[in-house]
C-alpha cells in the first residue's frame, strides 16, 4: 500500500491538470493542488550546487556549496553532506578559498552532525541533542535555499512549509498565460504575508515562480522583508516534476542580531570566550542586504529510502568530543558507535575497579572486611577496659 501512494499522488496531480486546462480553476482548486504535487514528491535524493554573492557588495557568485542529499518529506527525515567552499576575491588566489565539510543526519529519533577538516579527512567533533526538540523539522534542517521547490520558506532560523502558512488566508487566482502555456498564478494574504505563487498545471501543479512579501517588517536582520524564487529549467522525473537550475533573490533588512552565549564581537571579531566574561558586546548590528543565489540539482532519484540511508556514513573515532546543544554543562564523547557522557564513563570505571566486583576484588574484599571487624573488636576492648578503671 505504501508504495501506491506515490503513484496515487502523482495520478491526483495528473488529473488536476487535465481538469484544470480549459479553465481557470478556483481558488481552492489551485491550492489544493500545489499542496497534492508537494506530497507527490516523497522521497528524493539528489545533488545540489548553489553559488550566491550579496548584491550590495559583489557582482559575481563566490561562495560555493556542493551538496548530497536524502530526504523523506512526508516523514521527516534528512541526511546531507556539504562541501562549502568560501571564496574572497580581495585576497590573493592562495588564501582566497576556505573549505568546510560537515555531515548531518536528521530524524525524529536523533540529530548529529559532523564537522570535518577538510584538508586532512579528520572528524573536529559532532553535535547533538539529548532529547530531539519538537519543531525538529522547522529549525534542524538546514535546507537553506533547496527549501522553495520542496514548499517550505526560511523565515530567519524556522524553515515555514507554505501550505499551512496559506491555508486558512484569503486567495484569488489569475490565468497567466505565457507563449501559449496556460500558468496559474495564485495569491494569497494572510495577516503577516503575501505570496504570489506561479504554478503550471502541464508539470503537474509544480511552481515555477514563488513572491513573498511580509506585510510588516520585523526589523530583526534574519528574517527577509521579500524573497522571489524563479525556475529557469526543470524536467519530469516519473510524473513528478523537479526544477534544474533556479534563482532566488533574497532581500533582508537591517537589524540587531544577538550572538549566541560565550560569543562577543571584541574590536570587530568575532570570539569565543571562557566563563562569563564581559568584554566586547553580544549584539552585532547588521546592514540591509541582498542575497542573490543559483542553484542546480542533478542526479535526481525517486526511489524508496531506507532507514539505513539517514545513518551517519562517516568514520568517528573513539574519544572524539560531542557537543549537546540542550547540555551545555556536560560533558559528552563518541564511543563505539555511542555517545556516551564523560560521567558514565568515569562510573564504568569505579564500577570495573576492585571495590565494585572488579579484577582483584576476591582478594581485595575480605582484607577490607577482616580490617574493618579487627577494628570494631579493638574499640569495644578498649572501651571495657577504660570502664573497669
Same mark, same amino acid.
Given at each position: ?24 480553476? @478556483? ?34 557568485? @563566490? ?217 566586547? @558586546? ?60 564523560? @560521567? ?46
Amino acid at each position: 500500500m505504501k508504495a501506491l501512494c506515490p503513484l496515487l499522488s502523482v495520478l491526483c496531480c495528473y488529473t488536476a491538470s487535465l481538469c484544470y486546462s480549459q479553465d481557470t480553476p @478556483t481558488p481552492e482548486q489551485a491550492f489544493n493542488s500545489y499542496k497534492a504535487y508537494l506530497k507527490s514528491i516523497g522521497n528524493l535524493s539528489f545533488h545540489s550546487q548553489s553559488r550566491d554573492r550579496i548584491a550590495e557588495e559583489s557582482d559575481v557568485l @563566490t561562495n560555493t556549496l556542493s551538496q548530497e542529499w536524502k530526504i523523506d518529506l512526508n516523514g521527516k527525515r534528512l541526511w546531507a553532506t556539504t562541501r562549502r567552499v568560501i571564496e574572497d576575491p580581495k585576497m590573493e588566489s592562495d588564501k582566497a578559498q576556505v573549505t568546510k565539510y560537515n555531515e548531518l543526519s536528521v530524524t525524529s529519533a536523533a540529530i548529529r552532525e559532523i564537522s570535518v577538516n577538510a584538508d586532512e579527512a579528520t572528524v573536529i567533533g559532532l553535535v547533538s541533542y539529548l532529547e530531539t526538540p519538537e519543531n525538529y523539522w522547522k529549525t534542524q534542517t538546514g535546507l537553506g535555499y533547496l527549501s522553495l521547490p520542496f514548499g517550505y520558506l526560511k523565515d530567519g532560523r524556522e524553515y515555514l512549509y507554505i501550505p499551512d502558512m496559506i491555508e486558512s488566508a484569503s486567495k484569488r487566482v489569475t490565468s497567466g498565460n505565457e507563449e501559449g502555456s496556460s500558468l496559474v498564478v495564485l495569491t494569497c494574504e494572510t495577516e503577516d504575508y503575501e505570496f504570489s505563487i506561479r504554478l503550471d498545471p502541464a508539470k503537474g501543479w509544480m511552481a515555477e515562480r514563488i513572491e513573498f512579501t511580509r506585510e510588516t517588517p520585523t526589523g530583526e536582520s534574519g528574517r527577509p522583508d521579500c524573497c522571489l524564487y524563479t525556475v529557469e529549467d526543470s524536467s519530469d522525473h516519473g510524473g513528478v516534476w523537479l526544477p534544474d537550475l533556479y534563482h532566488c533573490k533574497v532581500s533582508r533588512p537591517a537589524g540587531r542580531h544577538k550572538l549566541p552565549k560565550n560569543v562577543r564581537m571584541v574590536d570587530g571579531i568575532v570570539e569565543i570566550l571562557a566563563g562569563d566574561a564581559e568584554v566586547g @558586546t553580544d549584539v552585532i548590528e547588521k546592514p540591509k542586504n541582498t542575497l542573490i543565489a543559483e542553484v542546480t540539482l542533478s542526479d535526481i532519484d525517486l526511489s524508496p529510502l531506507r532507514d539505513s540511508d539517514f545513518q551517519l556514513q562517516t568514520d568517528i573515532p573513539n574519544g572524539t568530543r560531542v557537543s549537546m546543544l540542550d547540555a551545555h554543562h556536560l560533558e559528552f564523547v563518541w564511543r563505539d558507535g555511542k555517545i556516551v557522557a564523560v @560521567t558514565d564513563e568515569s562510573l564504568k570505571a569505579l564500577a570495573n575497579s576492585k571495590f565494585f566486583g572488579g579484577p582483584g576484588s576476591r582478594r581485595f574484599w575480605p582484607v577490607v572486611l577482616g580490617t574493618i571487624l579487627f577494628g570494631i573488636v579493638l574499640c569495644l576492648t578498649i572501651r571495657r577496659r577504660w570502664k573497669v578503671r
